[in-house]
């Protein structure tokens, strides 16, 4: 059973960085996408990066560019997403997503249609 636990979450200033980690399990993620997204109070869920595991391609949300960085440690089945520069409007739970379709998904991460789902982890911005 796939699994996705994130982390890494909590209460910075703005301007400040946090890294979130998703630890995955359950499958073989050599081979798949995974994503971040976001989810603001009273809003709609939003994407805001995705990664190919096998290729190491990336793709980002046009408000986190240059800020934003989201990586993978095969060794560990891990992906980050480095936040840097953080802004108020960053206030979310953010949420990791994976999905054994690597090209399908990785040419749909702003539908935000990956299979699997983790719990989320909070980050807040307390500017």
């Known amino acids: 059973q796939v699994r996705l636990v994130e982390s890494g979450g909590g209460t910075v200033q703005e301007g400040d960085s946090l890294r979130l980690s998703c630890a995955a399990s359950g499958g073989t993620f050599s081979n798949w996408a995974m994503g971040w997204f976001r989810q603001a109070p009273g809003k709609d869920r939003e994407f805001v990066a995705g990664l190919s595991w096998s290729s190491g391609n990336t793709d980002y949300a046009d408000f986190v560019k240059g800020r934003f960085t989201i990586s993978r440690d095969s060794s560990k089945n891990t992906v980050f997403l480095q936040m840097s520069d953080l802004r108020p409007e960053g206030t979310a739970l953010y949420y990791c997503?994976?999905?054994?379709?690597?090209?399908?998904?990785?040419?749909?991460?702003?539908?935000?249609?990956?299979?699997?789902w983790g719990q989320g982890t909070q980050g807040t911005d307390a500017s």
């Open positions: 997503a994976a999905d054994p379709t690597p090209l399908w998904a990785m040419n749909n991460l702003r539908r935000g249609s990956l299979l699997y």
